[in-house]
């Protein structure tokens, strides 16, 4: 199997507090791990991609001071909203591949931010 | 600018029917296209994947039919149900850089009893 989780599943805080979002691999080491933001009703846009050990490759308009990936292992990898506001409320969704393809990514199943 | 492009945006199928999603691209390095599946609130679950070399792959009910030639494949599902009624996505990456997958715009599946 190729089972990816992601903590929390949901959270809600208030505008300019940080949020950290977890994304583990479970039964295997994670070549590489992407970052995608989901609106309402729309596709899958990636964030970032991060190899771990590595600084992460962000997407054209993606602020990285903004959006924090941390990874640190070859099970984990980390998403730190800082100083979030409202506009950041969305949904997060981790994948992460194995092997030396990066095609097959495995997704987790979302993290649901509200931002108040 | 939509590396691949997806239609319909939604689709209404009778339980029992055929289901057809169709999806274009442009980029001719590609080789790896894979279709997702998303229920509401979960991530998107890969269903089924095809790489160039054939023109059809097929999984229980679900087939991929690809056309080189044109750019083209397309996800069939065949005795639609119910529990099919989801988001679909497709899916293309290449073998160079960092095989990033690039999502079509989604098609929301609905199968009516």
């Known amino acids: 199997g190729a089972v990816v989780s992601q903590h929390p599943s949901w959270v809600i805080c208030k505008s300019g507090t940080s949020v950290k979002i977890e994304c583990r691999s479970l039964?295997?080491?994670?070549?590489?791990m992407f970052w995608y933001r989901q609106f309402p009703k729309q596709s899958l846009m990636l964030m970032a991609t991060s190899n771990e050990g590595s600084k992460a490759t962000y997407e054209q308009g993606v602020e990285k001071d903004k959006f924090l990936i941390n990874h640190a292992s070859l099970t984990l990898s980390t998403l730190t909203v800082t100083s979030a506001h409202p506009e950041d409320s969305s949904f997060y969704i981790c994948?992460?591949?194995?092997?030396?393809?990066?095609?097959?990514?495995?997704f987790g199943p979302g993290t649901r931010l509200t931002v108040l | 600018q939509q590396q691949v492009k997806q239609s319909p945006q939604s689709l209404i199928v009778q339980k029992g029917g055929i289901s057809i999603i169709n999806c274009a691209y442009e980029n001719t390095a590609f080789d790896y296209f894979p279709w997702y599946q998303q229920f509401p609130g979960k991530g998107p679950a890969l269903l089924i994947a095809?790489?160039?070399?054939?023109s059809e792959k097929e999984e229980g009910r679900f087939t991929i039919s690809f056309n080189k030639s044109a750019k083209q494949f397309s996800l069939h599902i065949m005795d639609s149900q119910p529990g099919d009624s989801a988001t679909y996505f497709c899916?293309?990456?290449?073998?160079?850089?960092?095989?990033?997958?690039?999502f079509g715009t989604g098609t929301r599946l609905t199968v009516i009893p």
């Open positions: 994948s992460a591949t194995k092997g030396q393809r990066t095609d097959t990514q495995y």
């Open positions: 039964d295997f080491q994670a070549t590489t």
């Open positions: 095809i790489r160039p070399d054939v």
């Open positions: 899916a293309a990456s290449g073998t160079t850089g960092a095989n990033n997958l690039f």
